[in-house]
């Protein structure tokens, strides 16, 4: 079967499938939730309260198949260069694989570097952790300022606060990203320069804010009354770059190496996870690594049809490319990775925010969810109206730690019985009927119901998927991710985009610098356009003001 012919079927397909409430699949169907769900390790995926059939599963592997996605699948592990328009690998898999076999990445064997900067890190942290590391006046390192932008801080920023549980006592670990100078100097304004290390994060060791932060955390430190010299005790640095380490000031013995292969959203597997071993020590980073290498093993070698970042790839093509969905929420119950919404907008947005195919032609269906969300219970007191009761179908992925050891258990299952309840409530809804009986038996008069009850119906029929597992370890954390990552990079050949460039992030970076130029300048012929000369000259004006 081709492409064309697995995507009407589909088509025809969903005209059927949007005749059937979810509430009836359930009814028709005593088995619905053990057909409709998986289970990795202790990680559950429940997929069943969504707009699909077993035919509607059959027809979505077609189109996978017709895509190719074997193929490509083993492309991506074979190290070809799937990055086509940086004619790079993406083989981040290589940072957390396990096995004693080789990964060759462009003919070469990269594990033994890979390891190589594992064991770096790991004596690294061992330094700081026992105080072998001090600052230059001899005090043990107390607390830790990553400095990097997306790739290089997003990863480690939500690793960070989600594995709160299995912080290193004595050490606090403080991500700063924003050029904001705000960021910096609220970060700072606490901490002691003599028991501050700062970890300096980038790629390329060129981006705008992440070298003027770094900039500024080094006049910081000179200001304390740390000298030139001394300022190697306080200094290391993660990138592919020496020479721009080197240039900087940071000695290159203290530099963690990654590598042209590792995409910056993909690279919290690498040294730029350095602040995330920090907190949590190396053993633990390394069961995040392990719980990431076995959902690799779980993409590589399941097949389709139990293939848990494949089916969740394939519900998404569904409902944006059959529905017409055009966003996608992510509902974490887990005020400790509240972040992990943020971490997953910029690895599905960047990755698949494409409107050209691999050989540039431009494509005719939709991309890229809008992949937004944020914790529950909290979601549900902000947005959750708009998902229960608006005018746009909004899937969403409702995860969960099931234990949590901080707080009470009564806490705890208030949390969960929220989550269910809600997955269960956007399933099933609220016929007229029993709004007009409950506002009945609470004594309203018939036209006081028949001015609320519209108010109070709720549709249903809202897809959820629930993921829930039993609490959040280094690994399964670890596992979540990867497997995230590797549905969206089903979804790019599903879309034959590619997941891995990032040209509209390249263009920010240059954009800027011509107007920071004019900005600190007084150059009265400013050649943008009305709104941007506009703007130019009242920023001026403002920061003149005393
Ligand atoms: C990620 C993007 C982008 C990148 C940052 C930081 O995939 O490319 O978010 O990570 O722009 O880049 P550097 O690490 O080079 O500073």
Not at 14 to 26: A, P
Not at 229 to 246: C, G, L, P, R
Not at 499 to 504: C, K, S, T, V, Y
Request: net charge negative; charged share 20%.
């Amino acid at each position: 079967m081709n492409k064309e012919h697995a995507w009407k079927i589909l088509e025809s397909q969903q005209v059927r499938m949007k005749q059937i409430h979810l509430s009836d699949l359930f009814a028709a169907d005593s088995q619905r939730f053990e057909s409709f769900s998986l289970k990795f390790k202790d990680i559950l995926v429940d997929f069943s309260k969504n707009h699909i059939n077993k035919e509607t599963l059959q027809q979505l592997l077609d189109l996978a198949r017709a895509c190719g996605l074997k193929e490509e699948r083993d492309r991506l592990f074979s190290s070809e260069h799937v990055n086509s328009t940086e004619d790079r690998a993406a083989m981040h898999m290589a940072l957390r694989h396990r096995s004693s076999k080789p990964v060759m990445v462009d003919g070469k064997d990269v594990m033994p570097d890979v390891r190589s900067v594992l064991v770096q890190m790991a004596e690294f942290c061992h330094a700081v952790h026992s105080g072998d590391w001090r600052g230059s006046t001899g005090k043990k390192i107390e607390n830790v300022v990553s400095i990097g932008i997306g790739g290089s801080d997003l990863g480690s920023d939500m690793a960070i606060k989600s594995l709160q549980a299995y912080a290193i006592p004595g050490i606090k670990i403080h991500c700063v990203s924003n050029v904001d100078p705000s960021h910096l100097a609220r970060t700072l304004c606490d901490i002691d320069p003599e028991t501050t290390l700062f970890v300096i994060i980038s790629k390329t060791f060129t981006t705008l804010e992440t070298m003027t932060n770094a900039r500024h955390a080094r006049l910081w430190l000179l200001d304390s009354g740390c000298s030139e010299a001394s300022i190697v005790h306080h200094f290391v640095a993660v990138s592919t770059n020496t020479q721009a380490v080197a240039d900087f000031g940071i000695d290159p013995k203290n530099m963690f190496q990654f590598w042209d292969w590792v995409g910056g959203r993909y690279s919290m597997w690498s040294a730029v996870g350095l602040p995330i071993a920090l907190s949590i020590g190396m053993p633990c980073f390394e069961e995040m690594l392990e719980g990431a290498y076995e959902m690799d093993r779980h993409f590589l070698e399941t097949d389709f049809n139990k293939n848990i970042p494949v089916i969740l790839a394939l519900l998404g093509v569904w409902y944006i490319n059959f529905w017409g969905a055009t966003t996608h929420a992510v509902i974490v119950y887990s005020q400790q990775m509240s972040q992990f919404p943020t971490f997953l907008q910029q690895l599905v947005m960047e990755s698949l925010g494409k409107s050209v195919t691999h050989d540039g032609r431009a494509v005719d269906y939709l991309t890229s969810p809008v992949t937004w969300g944020n914790s529950g219970t909290n979601s549900q007191h902000a947005f959750f109206q708009m998902i229960h009761q608006g005018t746009q179908m909004i899937p969403a992925d409702f995860l969960a730690p099931a234990r949590n050891s901080d707080g009470t258990t009564e806490q705890q299952q208030q949390l969960i019985s929220n989550f269910i309840a809600q997955t269960e409530a956007l399933m099933k809804g609220k016929s007229l009927q029993t709004v007009e009986q409950e506002l009945a038996m609470d004594g309203q008069s018939p036209g006081k119901i028949s001015q609320l009850a519209p108010h109070k119906v709720f549709p249903g029929n809202k897809p959820t998927t629930s993921i829930l597992f039993e609490k959040i370890t280094p690994a399964t954390l670890g596992s979540i991710i990867a497997m995230y990552e590797h549905k969206t990079y089903v979804q790019s050949v599903i879309w034959n985009i590619n997941a891995f460039d990032q040209w509209g992030v390249e263009l920010g970076k240059h954009l800027a610098a011509k107007v920071l130029d004019e900005l600190g300048g007084d150059n009265a012929l400013l050649t943008h356009d009305g709104s941007t000369n506009g703007l130019i000259r009242y920023a001026r004006a403002m920061a003149e003001k005393t």
